[in-house]
């Protein structure tokens, strides 16, 4: 059982182009995080959501609770964002996290 | 350090070994967490600490698998007669606080995570 699904699962884009990663998860939640994992393992957190959107520099989240949904967006996008993105949700009991596993993102110069 | 580190960073072991794996989180830091990442695969929670006291293991996959804090700071994941199936990168992440919503406080940072591979 996939508490958290992300789409898609690779994913090529011509540098410049608009993204978004999709994430659907099944269970209650108190927070949304989204990770980047660059190749060599480090994971960096983007965001974290309860509700809403934030933004930063070219990146946007969002989240939808009713629909538990969420979408990560990267306008203009860079080689340099090539990476793999994951969204992750913490149960709310706060104790545990599901992750999805992953969206693999390239962008060719 | 300024941020999480752990140790060893690469770890080999032959199959019904004991391993030990160490994370310092940023000092200060509450909550600490491990995580197993198989190969291609996202992270797995295995623990969650809020200071010394281990407050879920529910993801621990077996009784072979042991964390501790003691003093609520560094934690070490132990792992007894490892088994192929180990194999994989075990990441630790800790928080500044205890809360479960979205806050600086609350965001996780990560260290380089330790890749154990058991021959």
């Known amino acids: 059982k996939n508490e958290v699904e992300q789409s898609p699962q690779n994913l090529t884009a011509q540098e410049g182009e608009f993204i978004t990663i999709n994430c659907s998860y099944s269970v209650g939640i108190s927070a949304l995080h989204w990770l980047q994992q660059h190749p060599g393992g480090g994971i960096v957190s983007l965001f974290m959501l309860s509700s809403g959107k934030k933004k930063h520099g070219r990146l946007i989240a969002t989240i939808n609770i009713q629909e538990k949904h969420s979408s990560l967006h990267i306008t203009a996008s860079h080689p340099r964002d090539s990476a793999v993105y994951i969204c992750a949700v913490r149960s709310v009991t706060g104790n545990q996290f599901y992750f999805g596993t992953g969206t693999s993102l390239t962008v060719i110069p | 350090g300024a941020g999480v580190s752990q140790s060893p960073r690469y770890k080999v072991a032959k199959r019904g070994q004991d391993v030990a794996l160490r994370c310092d989180p940023i000092?200060?830091?509450?909550?600490l967490f491990w995580y197993q990442q198989a190969l291609g695969q996202g992270p797995e929670f295995l623990t969650y600490?809020?200071?010394?006291?281990?407050?879920?293991k529910s993801g621990l996959p077996s009784d072979r698998f042991f964390a501790e804090r003691p003093e609520g700071s560094v934690s070490t994941l132990k792992i007894q007669r490892t088994q192929q199936e180990d194999s994989a990168v075990y990441l630790c992440?800790?928080?500044?606080?205890?809360?479960?919503?979205?806050?600086?406080?609350?965001?996780?940072?990560f260290g380089p995570g330790t890749r154990l591979t058991v021959l």
């Open positions: 600490f809020q200071n010394e006291a281990q407050l879920d």
């Open positions: 992440a800790s928080s500044l606080g205890a809360g479960v919503y979205s806050s600086s406080y609350n965001e996780q940072f």
């Open positions: 000092s200060g830091h509450v909550s």
